[in-house]
């Protein structure tokens, strides 16, 4: 176990509908980090988030946001889905000292 | 920019025999590198990491890596192979100068183990 929480575990909707993933890193780390994983683009970096501040953005489309809340959790909202966002979506958190992340379980996501 | 190369996509082994997982980087800066693991339906797991210490690198389940600038690589090696071993191998690295930045991962090497 990481210690890192990610809800849901399993997702399932349609085309254009939006979904918002949430991500509880461990205890005591301030850093957020979202990924995609897909067959075809591997583990893709999306974004990154700081003690509530947007550090770093990967290849998040403009139709996917996040943030992180006082808690430090933090949500993934993907809006007007499309086929090719199925896919897993990872969070990790980390202690800013030496890079390891530590990574959730993911929330598959199926858009039908 | 900082990229990593795993050679091969899928690598195949008997039980028993030496596991060697490649990965090169790339980077502008000297580099952390990491070595994670997914198993099937399992979030991905830190098997070891170099972070400019001792070159060659021991982890968990009996894995090491050793640096080589002059090759820029951080091959992946296990002496003996267990059935348990077989999962996807992603290298990943981040530039030392800058912590806390996201990991750059490879596109991961399928390791199977036969018996």
């Known amino acids: 176990d990481s210690g890192v929480t990610q809800t849901p575990k399993h997702l399932i909707t349609a085309t254009g509908q939006r979904v918002t993933l949430r991500c509880s890193p461990r205890?005591?780390?301030?850093?957020v980090y979202w990924y995609q994983q897909s067959l075809d683009q591997g583990l893709q970096f999306l974004i990154q988030y700081y003690n509530g501040e947007e550090r770093a953005k990967g290849n998040i489309l403009e139709r996917f946001s996040a943030q992180q809340f006082p808690d430090l959790h933090s949500e993934l909202n993907l809006s007007s889905l499309e086929l090719g966002d199925s896919a897993l979506y990872f969070c990790?958190?980390?202690?800013?000292?030496?890079?390891?992340?530590?990574f959730g379980e993911g929330s598959r996501l199926t858009v039908l | 920019a900082q990229s990593v190369t795993q050679l091969g996509s899928h690598v195949s082994v008997s039980e028993g025999a030496l596991v060697l997982l490649r990965c090169n980087y790339s980077?502008?800066?000297?580099?952390?590198l990491f070595w994670y693991v997914q198993y099937p339906n399992q979030g991905l797991q830190l098997l070891l990491k170099y972070t400019s210490a001792a070159t060659l690198v021991k982890g968990i389940n009996g894995f090491e890596a050793e640096f080589k600038k002059s090759e820029t690589s951080f091959h992946l090696t296990k002496p003996s192979a267990h059935m348990s071993d077989a999962a996807e191998y992603f290298c990943a690295v981040s530039p030392s100068n800058q912590a806390g930045t996201a990991l750059i991962f490879g596109k991961g090497t399928t390791l199977s183990v036969s018996s």
């Open positions: 980077s502008s800066v000297p580099p952390y």
């Open positions: 990790a958190s980390s202690v800013d000292l030496t890079g390891e992340l530590f």
């Open positions: 205890s005591g780390d301030l850093s």
